[in-house]
């Protein structure tokens, strides 16, 4: 089982930019999909990104598409989401999760391991 440790929220103008990373370690890195989600207080919980086990397919929300970039570094068990040109919203928390031995997915339910979560609040 990984453990996931996600940090780089905090305030962040609206249009700005944000990076969020995300370590793991207790797993064999390059046998999970990763994925990142987001939850606004009182929300359901939402699919924003997702990257393959080599990095080489990735997925995103449409909502997100153009302005977020999910990459990852199998040598450094690190996951990234580079938030840009950000909107200004409720706070949200983003998660990291992974998924072992299976293919790019939005099914949050389908990634096995979750990070505490990082906060993230847009201001405009």
């Known amino acids: 089982q990984l453990q996931l440790v996600e940090s780089g929220g905090g305030l962040v103008q609206a249009g700005g930019s944000v990076r969020l990373s995300c370590v793991a370690s207790g797993g064999t890195f390059n046998t999970y999909i990763f994925g990142w989600f987001r939850q606004a207080p009182g929300k359901e919980r939402d699919f924003v990104a997702s990257?393959?086990?080599?990095?080489?397919?990735?997925m995103y929300a449409d909502s997100v598409k153009g302005r977020f970039s999910i990459s990852r570094n199998n040598a450094e068990n690190t996951v990234w989401l580079h938030m840009s040109r950000l909107k200004p919203e409720a706070p949200a928390v983003y998660y990291c999760?992974?998924?072992?031995?299976?293919?790019?997915?939005?099914?949050?339910?389908?990634?096995?391991?979750w990070g505490q979560g990082a906060q993230v609040t847009v201001f405009s």
């Open positions: 999760a992974g998924g072992p031995g299976v293919d790019l997915t939005q099914n949050g339910h389908l990634y096995s391991d």
């Open positions: 990257i393959s086990r080599q990095g080489g397919g990735t």
